[in-house]
């Protein structure tokens, strides 16, 4: 089984940027598609963007598409979110999950870390 803790979450002012990292202990993550997750509070959680296994597959949501950028570097055991022109909307609980290839429903991934929240507000 694989746990997995994301950090660097806070307060950012909008069109401020902020990185996401979910770090895997365990067991490797060479061999899984991770993807990154938010849910706001009252609304479902949602799929932001997703990775492939080796980095060269990735979709993203329309509404961070050109705004977020997800990248994996198996050495590290390490995935990413830089996310860039930060919007109120933006604000959730931001969840990453591995699975075993790309899907884009949350039911598709099967191991989730305790989420880091993000707050876009001036």
């Known amino acids: 089984q694989v746990q997995l803790v994301e950090s660097g979450g806070g307060l950012v002012q909008p069109g401020g940027s902020l990185r996401l990292s979910c770090a895997a202990s365990g067991r490797t993550l060479r061999s899984n598609a991770v993807g990154w997750f938010r849910q706001a509070p009252g609304k479902e959680r949602e799929l932001v963007a997703t990775?492939?296994?080796?980095?060269?597959?990735?979709y993203y949501a329309d509404s961070v598409e050109g705004r977020f950028t997800i990248t994996r570097d198996n050495a590290k055991n390490v995935v990413y979110l830089q996310m860039n022109s930060l919007k109120p909307e933006d604000t959730a609980v931001y969840y990453c999950?591995?699975?075993?290839?790309?899907?884009?429903?949350?039911?598709?991934?099967?191991?989730w870390g305790q989420g880091t929240q993000v707050t876009v507000s001036s």
């Open positions: 990775i492939s296994w080796s980095g060269g597959a990735t």
């Open positions: 999950a591995t699975a075993p290839q790309i899907v884009t429903v949350p039911r598709g991934y099967d191991s």
